[in-house]
């Protein structure tokens, strides 16, 4: 039976955490490791998991250095053949979900990453149920199964993006090294989108700044200029549509950032690749409407206590 390890990240989600936890361990494919990464939460999250979850390795960061960090910690210090990443107010709607994830991962060897259908407690169910698996441009944070030999062949999270968009920049890097991220719409997670520590001015900030990092780094240099204006352009009229923001004027302060972190990391997929993932991110998802992938649309971003 392949191994699974559970990587939740938390912070000041204590209640949330305990209901995730209680319905993972109800799963009927056991887990082998679940491993909560504490992003400095000052709630008592530490004396609940303890004193509650005895077989749940807990680790707190000393500091809180954002959710793509503790999803990378969680990454390297876990085992298992797949990794499962769930939030600490996410969970599987059926007890057999994980099975049912696993079991098609092992049986199509080429998707490197599941997206498990989510639906949130206002209602919205991203994808209909009925619907057959499908390609996919990316998955959803607080419901994913990972195949640990291909990410880890394409490396981790870039960390300076501190929150949201890291699901988009790796998928890119997957397809591009020749791996299928795949929909399961079947599978159901359950989003209680907990209310506690969400900025959306800070969330529509880092998704234009983290969209911007992405095409610097991962961008062919023939589509460069018209990705890079264009992302900065969608992104731009989806903030203005929200009424007067300075989210723009923030985004031109820290463009030597964007330039300097991108190029850090530039390495760019093929421009084939690229074509296709932006296929994808147009026309993937049957029955809903499809953003534009220009204009960052993470529909569940999060940061440590935000997701």
Request: proline share 8%; with cysteine; hydrophobic share 40%.
């Amino acid at each position: 039976m392949p191994s699974v390890s559970a990587v939740i990240a938390t912070f000041n989600r204590a209640p949330e955490l305990r209901t995730a936890l209680s319905r993972l361990l109800a799963q009927t494919h056991p887990v082998a490791e679940i491993l909560v990464v504490d992003d400095g939460s000052t709630d008592g999250t530490d004396a609940m998991v303890r004193a509650e979850f005895p077989t749940v390795r807990y680790v707190r960061l000393p500091h809180n250095a954002g959710l793509i960090y503790a999803r990378n910690f969680g990454f390297v210090n876990t085992a298992g053949d797949y990794v499962l990443s769930v939030d600490d107010d996410s969970w599987f709607a059926e007890p057999d979900g994980l099975a049912r994830t696993v079991t098609y991962m092992e049986t199509h060897a080429d998707v490197a990453a599941a997206a498990c259908n989510i639906e949130t407690r206002d209602g919205l169910v991203y994808f209909p149920p009925q619907a057959d698996p499908f390609d996919a441009p990316w998955y959803v944070g607080c419901g994913h199964l990972l195949r640990r030999s291909a990410v880890a062949a394409v490396g981790l999270y870039m960390p300076e993006l501190y929150r949201q968009g890291e699901e988009k920049d790796r998928c890119l890097r997957l397809i591009g090294a020749g791996h299928r991220v795949v929909a399961l719409p079947g599978i159901m997670v359950y989003h209680d989108k907990s209310e506690k520590g969400r900025k959306p001015g800070l969330e529509r900030f880092y998704n234009h700044r983290n969209d911007l990092i992405r095409e610097v780094a991962r961008c062919p240099a023939g589509l460069l200029p018209w990705r890079f204006a264009r992302s900065w352009i969608g992104n731009s009229w989806k903030n203005l549509r929200h009424g007067p923001r300075l989210t723009d004027l923030k985004v031109l302060l820290a463009l030597p950032e964007i330039l300097r972190i991108g190029l850090k990391h530039r390495a760019p997929v093929s421009e084939d690749a690229y074509r296709r993932w932006l296929h994808l991110s147009r026309t993937a998802a049957p029955g809903l409407p499809q953003p534009d992938p220009t204009p960052s649309h993470n529909p569940l971003p999060r940061s440590a206590g935000e997701g």
